[in-house]
Structure formats: structure tokens, C-alpha cells
Nanobody, 115 residues
Framework: QVHLVESGGGLVQAGGSLRLSCSASGIRFSINTVGWYRQAPGKQRELVARIGSGGLTTYADSVKGRFTISRDNAKNTVYLQMNSLKSEDTAVYYC?????????WGQGTQVTVSS
């Protein structure tokens, strides 16, 4: 059974940094595309960043230049380094893994940026 566990969320002041981690189990992590999504209150869940098995990355325009996604296949973990945080980055952040047409989600971690 696939299991994704996020950590690293919290409260930070605008301009600060956080690093989110997502650890995966029950799946061949290295061959899958993994990503981070977020959902703010009253808004739809949106893609933040994705990284393919070969390391190709995709970012939402709103986070380009501020956020960096990376993966450590030996640790079955994907990271999201978030710098220069803004109040509009406040949301629940979810880890996502793609396996063919299947999608797996973590439970989410809250990120709150105070202005």
C-alpha cells in the first residue's frame, strides 16, 4: 500500500523560508513523478511543482525563482524548499505521486505565512 507522509509545515513570517519533506513507502519511488500541490481556503487545489524520475522539474509561475523541488531516491523522499515566502503562499500543501493513471496523496501539511 502506498503511503505518503508530509512534514515541515508551520508558521513563518513573510520573507522567510520553510522546507517541506514527503516520505514515500510501498512503492518504487525512483520511477515515479512526484509533486507538491496546495490548497488555500475557498480555492481549488493547484500544482506547485513536479519532478520526474529523470529530474525534470515543472513549477507554477507564482513560485518560480522562489521554490525548489528536489528528490532523494535513496531516501524515498521529495523536498520543497520554499524561500521568500508570501502571505499568498498560505495553504495546505499536499505531496502527490503519479503511477500510470493512479494518483496518491499525502495527508497534507499546513503552511501559514504571516505578513
Amino acid at each position: 500500500q502506498v503511503h505518503l507522509v508530509e512534514s515541515g509545515g508551520g508558521l513563518v513570517q513573510a520573507g522567510g523560508s520553510l522546507r517541506l519533506s514527503c516520505s514515500a513507502s510501498g512503492i518504487r519511488f525512483s520511477i515515479n513523478t512526484v509533486g507538491w500541490y496546495r490548497q488555500a481556503p475557498g480555492k481549488q487545489r493547484e500544482l506547485v511543482a513536479r519532478i520526474g524520475s529523470g529530474g525534470l522539474t515543472t513549477y507554477a509561475d507564482s513560485v518560480k525563482g522562489r521554490f525548489t523541488i528536489s528528490r532523494d531516491n535513496a531516501k524515498n523522499t521529495v523536498y520543497l524548499q520554499m524561500n521568500s515566502l508570501k502571505s499568498e503562499d498560505t495553504a495546505v500543501y499536499y505531496c502527490n505521486m503519479e503511477l500510470g493513471t493512479a494518483r496518491y496523496w499525502g495527508q497534507g501539511t499546513q503552511v501559514t505565512v504571516s505578513s
